[in-house]
């Protein structure tokens, strides 16, 4: 394996960048361009060798120019990201000096990576199972909390470490039905296979909890949730309308649309839920019952409440509509304090803004300074004329971490969410077919089929498990989940 090398923290000028070395030269190349500070603590007698071990040096980085000032930090392999030798420099921040710094490492051998390259190897030396490298690509890729959380799961493991389990599983399965071949040519003709079946239904079990697993996991279940909040008359109601509108004649436009429509209005019991897209991205909104004065509430009020409440525990973030007409400093401020107590962010909308007659009791800066929010966490809006929902979705995209710097929004986020879908029913496909498998493998052995052919099929359980962790998965697929992740990583 050549020595490559790649700018691994965010393109443009910071305080600091971080140039990544991995490969069987990347000592030998560093150590020609790199001087110790002699007082580093790992810094041995000769200010320009790397200590055999890890170590992490202050020095100079002679780019053929100057000298840079910088770290090192030396991860000999295998105990590296890669496995292999990697060394971290951290130089100063300044693109043109990062560029020379390459410049002087190409020159002297390495390579400069490939997109994804440094997880690739990762994976090729047995360091991350596919399943936590596409949580790396996830995590690098995710748009919102709801992506960032499903990734995060891939990422420790959660999947692999399951699919790792039930493959020694069904291994063991397989093994013991070979070993009790030699007994089913005994005079008896007959194996007693009543403890392969309680293996193989415990096996089935396990199965059916990965599944479900990844199925909480996947990250089109995991929307960010935007739940409305606010009295009786806020226009709630109207500004949910409003927001969902485009998704709404998407869903008429279509039967799958339709469905999936029902399907989330029905999953919020006594709330109204829809979709509302900020920025290509699409955030669930829920129209939950409002805050109500709560000595005149009777039982179904009450229990209403009680849902909202809930809902908005449950919620990414707090949307609460304020009407000209309620901007009374007492019911804006305890309004305020029970929504906050949810530990949700809020962001407080002032709705009919388009009803001049009522302008002056709906003075927003002196509402807004009754919230106790800061100014930035409200907006002035009309569900009516459409005035504000703009400034809204920028407020809300911002809290929910939509908005990503000097990057198409839209293309990257839904580019790495078809990935993300495409990869998560692979894994649920091998799953089920492991699945299958092995309950095809139970009924055989309770039929008393030649223990052979059921080594056989669980041989297919195994190779389904594989896929999922990678053993057997197809090189041209591999390349297209490496080529998601950015250079560096
Ligand atoms: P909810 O009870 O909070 O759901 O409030 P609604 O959405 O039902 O709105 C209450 C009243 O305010 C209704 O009569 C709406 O037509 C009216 N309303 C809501 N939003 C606007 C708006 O932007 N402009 C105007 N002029 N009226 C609005």
Not at 107 to 122: H, I, N, V
Not at 255 to 271: F, I, K, N, P
Not at 455 to 480: F, N, Q, Y
Request: glycine letters at 10%.
């Amino acid at each position: 394996m050549d020595t490559i090398v790649a700018v691994s923290s965010p393109p443009g000028p910071g305080a600091r960048a971080v140039v990544r070395l991995s490969g069987r030269s990347a000592k030998a190349i560093v150590e020609q361009v790199w001087t110790s500070v002699p007082e580093s603590p790992d810094c041995g007698t000769d200010a320009s060798s790397i200590p055999d071990r890890r170590a992490v040096l202050a020095g100079h980085f002679d780019d053929g120019v100057g000298l840079l000032p910088g770290y090192l930090f030396w991860m000999p392999g295998p105990a590296s990201y890669t496995r292999e030798d990697v060394i971290e420099l951290h130089l100063p921040g300044s693109p043109p000096l990062v560029d020379a710094a390459l410049a002087q490492l190409f020159l002297l051998g390495a390579r400069l990576a490939e997109p994804g390259e440094f997880t690739r190897r990762a994976f090729l030396n047995g360091r991350l199972d596919l399943t936590r490298a596409e949580g790396v690509l996830g995590l690098i890729e995710a748009s919102d909390l709801a992506a960032q959380r499903s990734a995060s799961k891939l990422l420790v493991g959660g999947l692999g470490r399951r699919i790792s389990a039930l493959r020694e599983g069904v291994e063991n399965l397989r093994a013991l039905a070979e070993a009790s071949l030699d007994f089913d040519t005994a005079e008896t003709g007959h194996v007693d296979t009543t403890q392969l079946q309680a293996l193989a239904a415990d096996l089935e079990v396990a199965l059916g909890e990965a599944l479900l697993w990844e199925e909480r996991r996947e990250p089109s279940k995991g929307r960010p949730r935007v739940v409305l909040a606010g009295r009786p008359n806020a226009g709630k109601s109207s500004l949910f309308n409003r927001l969902t509108m485009e998704t709404r004649a998407e869903a008429k436009a279509s039967e799958l649309g339709r469905a999936l429509v029902s399907d989330l209005a029905g999953s919020t019991r006594d709330g109204v839920s829809g979709i509302w897209r900020i920025f290509g991205v699409d955030v669930e909104l829920m129209d939950a019952p409002g805050i109500e004065v709560v000595s005149e509430s009777a039982d179904a009020s009450a229990k209403a409440q009680e849902l909202a409440r809930g809902e908005r525990s449950g919620a990414d973030l707090i949307l609460w509509a304020v009407a000209p007409e309620s901007v009374v400093e007492v019911q804006l401020q305890s309004d305020a304090q029970q929504l906050l107590e949810t530990g949700n962010p809020v962001i407080c909308a002032f709705t009919k803004s388009d009803q001049t007659s009522l302008q002056e009791g709906a003075d927003s800066a002196g509402g807004i300074s009754m919230t106790g929010l800061p100014p930035g966490d409200c907006v002035t809006l009309s569900s009516k004329t459409g005035a504000g929902i703009s400034s809204l979705e920028d407020a809300v995209g911002e809290k929910l971490g939509l908005r990503r710097a000097g990057r198409d929004p839209g293309a990257t986020v839904v580019a790495a969410a078809a990935l993300g879908r495409e990869l998560s029913a692979r894994h649920k496909t091998a799953i089920q077919g492991a699945l299958r498998a092995l309950d095809e493998a139970r009924g055989a052995l309770v039929a008393q089929i030649p223990l052979d052919l059921i080594a056989e099929t669980l041989r297919e359980a195994t190779d389904e498990l594989d896929s999922v962790t990678g053993e057997t998965t197809p090189e041209d697929l591999l390349d297209r989940i490496f080529a998601g992740f950015c250079l560096g990583k």
